[in-house]
């Protein structure tokens, strides 16, 4: 029923793309807790205009399929990059852009929106106290921010964002239909050759279940410890 | 090259399959419900062995890509299927989308059924069994009203991302919008207006069913702050994961 | 107060079963609905009422064909099959009405040959070159539909630097997993490893324009019908040399191909194809879909 040989043939490569998968996730995760931190800003202290426009964008982002960003960003990106580079004056070949990077910014795209929540909740989680404490003691605004506030939230939403990483590894295996080589794709074309799609797709989805269940037990551990961490200041 | 009219042609034709995707969000997603109260009560009652093989069941559909898991269902039914003599040649390809995507549900909403139950205070269940009810009586008339209210806003966020994974679906052969996205830009040799119409209308959608939901929760809401905030402690984990199938 | 409650948790109740119901019944409806559409378009060809009565005496044959490849086998407004290869199989269909009762099923290119694995498909359609590798695993058929062209080497047409895959060393080449282009590539890297080309994956050939306009492939491999047509789609933005990607004692045919074991429904369908070729019938349609006659083997 399933070929031993094709199933390892394919198992192997699957394998062999283990940290590209990861590190498209762990881009696309530093990517969006970056814009993601601005953005829960904009949203959590009101700026105004910036803040209707966030909410307006992430909703916009959330609202869109994985897959169609990938392939939006994809012919976006190849139509646009040589007219852009020219009118940049700047003399660049599309083909010393790896694909990995066009991925890693449609993930982030479609990421973006769920990070930025988790990293808000973690804003509204700090007290308005901590606020009040840092003026009294003659904190300038920005100083309240990222001795007082910033701390905590990056406490705060570590445990939450670990769990963001299994859902970003799970996302880059839709990388495939733009023809970037991930776990799922490197077993597929591993079977090319006898068309043993079966023994493909089983062990691309044990790679991913077993490479699942490693990031689980690792941010339960990361929760258990932050978690002790919390009551020990408490 | 990118061209307006060329959208707005291929407008009509994507929504034209709108019935095709929903049909196979309705169907996962009753599927989920079903199959998923069943889960949720195996774990919650521990039985023996059961509890094991559904843990195990739902490591997999919580770890593996859905992308993943429908070609496994769609390329390995027939095969298992066939080793024991029966004829899968006339099932329909759209059948292995509905079966995997309705397990992926019932994993999900599993969860969430499960988490929304153990979420409601002891002493309501507690306060049932003093008044006389039955075990059944108490499950029916005080632990599922208030488990489904504390469940409907996850369960909103999780039928919304079924809604978009369907956006997978095409890639067996099942024309829905997407598949009718592909196959115009096929055809015309221009795939990305197709491509932004289908995201047009996924995004619509999705956000109106978004509100819907939210609309829907607020009101059914209780006012009780202080259930209000165990249940966002129990519940917030659970978020982050069923957020993405 | 609590007649409130009550009401609320029944109104919830109502809720949550009108809604599984509904479900259940779409389900059903569902079912019944694939099933007619699967009829629908196996009895296109012919006597559709005949077929019916008469089924119980004919071999079902089980045909999965390709779904995104204009202009052999493709959808049209309608999402029934359509095409060159499409109309080829409905000819034969109707020579070989009396003996086999036809159910076409339109699939994704990468489902086809491994659903003839699974049983899914007697014959699978989707303008299959022969390779060594696939003919390991499948029945071909003795008799080509058409003859696609040697294999060539696309390119810009404002570029000189490429004319055969040595000079390609290094260059970046867009194929299709799982497609003929890319078991030639693979073997040109496994023979010429000093040679070798990158091999970069496309979905379909609709990203082909961009790809090499922008630069971002540099060549594309695929049938010289396939360069034609692409390079016509799009005001001839790409032209390919002389050299042959395939070995010159290829035939460059395009087959069905069956699973192992089905060797009579391949002799009986090869047999309708010779007919059709006698008759006329392939080179007509082969000039409707095709605009020339592409049904002579250009080698031969």
Known sequence: MLNLGYFLDSLKAAVSYIPQNLFMSLMTLLICCVLGTLAAM????QVPVIKPICDFLLALLKALPQNLVLLIVYLVFTIT???IMAFLGVKANIQNVDMVYVAIAALSISSLAGVSEVIRAGLLSVGKGQYEAGYTVGLTAGQTFFHIILPQTIRAVIPPLTNSILSLVKATSLVSVIGVMDIMNGAIVAANTYYSYIEAYVAAALVFWVLGIIIEIASRKVEIHFSRSVKQLA | MFSWERLWEYFPDIMAKFPVTLRIVLVAFGTGLLLGCLLAA???????????????????IRCTPVICQMFVIYFGTPVLLGAIGIDTSEIDSVVYVLVAYGLNMSGFIGETIRSSVLAVPVGQ?????ACGLTGLQTLWQITAPQAFRIALPMLGTTFVSLFQATALAYMVGVVDMMGKAASLGNRTGHPLEGYIAC?????????????????ISRHLDFDNKRMKKRVEKEVVKEVEVSCSI | MKNKFQFRKAGSLALVLTMILTLLASCGSKNTNSSAESKSSSSQSSEASATKVAAGEKTKLKVGIGNMFTPFC?????????GYDYDVMMAISEKLGDKYEFVVTPDDFSNLLIGLDTGKYDVAVHHFGYTA???ENYLYAKEADMYFGNFRIGFSKDRTDITDLASAAGKTIATTSGSMSESLLLKWNEENPDQAVKLQYIKDNTVVYQGITSGLYDAFVGSQYDLDTLSEQYDGFMKYSDYNVTTSDYDC??????????DAMQQDIDAALVELREDGTLKALSETWLGADYTENPNA
């Open chain 1, 42 to 45: 904009a949203r959590v202290y």
């Open chain 1, 81 to 83: 990059f040589s007219p």
């Open chain 2, 42 to 60: 195996i774990r919650i009652k521990k039985i023996p062995v059961l509890s094991q093989v559904v843990a195990v069941f739902l490591s997999y």
């Open chain 2, 125 to 129: 269940v507690e306060a049932g069994q």
């Open chain 2, 199 to 215: 995201a047009i209308v996924f995004a619509v959608i999705s956000i109106v069913l978004e509100q819907v939901f939210m609309r």
């Open chain 3, 74 to 82: 493709y959808l049209d407004d309608d999402d029934q099959p359509t």
């Open chain 3, 133 to 135: 590798e696939r003919a």
């Open chain 3, 253 to 262: 045919g395009a087959y069905f191909v069956y699973s192992k074991g089905s």
